[in-house]
């Protein structure tokens, strides 16, 4: 599963059933008699990138070590609607116990994976690169940010242990960008880069003439940054130039016209609309 923990993701597909199944499905329970068997298929309801099928199955494995998803597309792959993804079959209460936790997984992570290649697309023709942040939703980053590869994108940090980015906040507290900077260039190891959240010229400047690999800038009018930016050339030739904050698909094209080089958009995984994917069972 490429990068993804397996033993990550099924502890967290344990708790996601834990939290649905409590002591049982007492619907399923009292309508059906056990050892019936069924099918099910989900079915794409609109155009999407798919993501999360390897989620959805890991469900059912975890109901059921015998079941399994024949998957007609991969995830990554863009479908139509009405296309048939996946399809499984076993015994009904796995299906319907499983059915809600692997929907929400899979519509959720095909919106992130949609999302992020609408972005992608955005930006084709230029240097910048669409990239996700640490606003996840607790429990899913890690699969959140598997869609947004699947969707083109490339990822942030992970977490606070991922990287050095000196935010507004940090700078303040330690007296200024340039001796936050100097502080930390002092301090870190030298795998380490180092990004500095700047907002003027002036922070420009004493972030790069400190030290800093990166400069990173809240989304604002596009003139204001294409003034940053020049100015950052004009100190140096290397560093990179990154976006952030609520970004607009028309504002990362913007963006990536004005030189930046990455541009991190917070809407990929905190704001995402889930794609329509219904899971169809019948007998069988």
Known sequence: MNWLDEGA???????????DLGRGDITTQTVLSRN???KGRFVAGEKMVVAGLEAAEEVFITL????????????????????????????????LAGERVALN????????????????????GTKARIADTRKT????????????LLGGGVNGRYGLDDGVLIKANHAALAGGVGTAVKS??????????????????????????????ALSIEAAEVAQVSELIAKARENSSTASIVIGGAITIEGARAFADAGADLIRVDSLTQSVRAMDISFQIQAG
């Open 184 to 213: 930390t260039r002092e301090k870190i190891g030298h795998l380490h880069k180092i990004e500095v959240e700047v907002t003027n010229e002036r922070d420009v400047k004493e972030a790069l003439d400190n030290g800093a690999d």
């Open 9 to 19: 993701l099924y502890s967290s597909i344990g708790l996601f059933l834990r939290e």
């Open 105 to 124: 997984l899979l519509q959720h992570l095909s919106g992130v994976a949609t999302r992020t290649r609408e972005f992608v697309r955005a930006v084709d």
């Open 36 to 38: 019936v068997r069924a």
């Open 137 to 148: 939703t607790p429990g899913l980053r890690m699969l959140e940010k598997y869609a947004v």
């Open 64 to 95: 059921d070590p015998q079941q399994q998803i024949e998957a007609f597309t991969a995830d990554g792959e863009e479908v139509e609607a009405g296309k048939v993804i996946a399809r499984t079959s076993g015994f009904a209460d796995v299906l």
